[in-house]
């Protein structure tokens, strides 16, 4: 994945859980940068080592782990430059959530070689929709949920998030209800 990804989960774990941790889970993951550089894409398997390595250096849960990043994802990528992006991608979350698409279009002008995730937004009931996460890579699912919970918090909607539906060979896409509360 490009470096961006990388990077922020460098700056979620130091600001997590510390510099030294970051070190040791590096020095675990084995074969890392010494930098990230956030428009060089890296190989997957890179990411999915260090998120390997941190969760047996912290003891956290994979899912938990990828779900805070997630949530923390939100918030760096405003800070990396994108809060414009973030901006004008939708007034409110279920406009932002069918915007996804387009802001990981727009993002593909610059990281051209972008293979992003792609979704559709299905209206479920008076308050509620069900996102449809289509994904070219393994086991994100959990991160979707903190994503979620960043968004809400971003647009100080509160929501909850479940996940109603795994990708299968009937479907390949994960399924992700959301609730207005
Ligand atoms: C301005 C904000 C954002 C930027 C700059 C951004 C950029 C990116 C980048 C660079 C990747 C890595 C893809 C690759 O290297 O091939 C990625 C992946 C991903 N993005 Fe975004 N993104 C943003 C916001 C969001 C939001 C708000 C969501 C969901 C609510 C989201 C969902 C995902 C997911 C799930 C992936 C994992 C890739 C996969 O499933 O294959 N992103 N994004």
């Not at 430059?81 to 593909?108: I, K, M, P, Q, T």
């Not at 994904?135 to 991160?143: D, I, K, T, V």
């Not at 996940?163 to 896409?173: I, K, N």
């Amino acid at each position: 994945m490009y470096g961006l990804v990388n990077k922020g989960i460098e700056q979620f774990i130091v600001a997590r859980y510390g510099a030294p941790a970051w070190q040791r889970i590096t020095e675990r993951a084995g074969e890392v940068p010494e930098v990230f550089i956030s428009m060089e894409a890296y190989p997957d398997p890179l990411t999915y080592s260090l998120v390997g390595a941190a969760v047996e250096e912290l003891s956290v849960g994979a899912a938990e782990l990828l779900e805070a990043f997630g949530e923390y994802w939100i918030l760096y990528t405003a800070e990396q430059g994108y809060g414009g992006l973030l901006e004008v991608s939708g007034a409110n979350l279920e406009e932002f959530l069918r915007n996804l698409d387009s802001l990981h279009a727009r993002v593909a002008l610059t990281y051209t070689e972008l293979r992003p995730p792609s979704f559709k937004v299905v209206a479920a009931g008076e308050r509620c929709v069900d996102l449809h996460y289509h994904s070219g890579r393994e086991g994100l699912a959990p991160m979707m949920i903190g994503l979620l919970k960043g968004l809400s918090k971003r647009f100080d909607e509160p929501i909850e998030v479940e996940q109603t539906s795994a990708r299968s060979q009937d479907a390949p896409y994960d399924v992700f209800r959301v609730t207005w509360v």
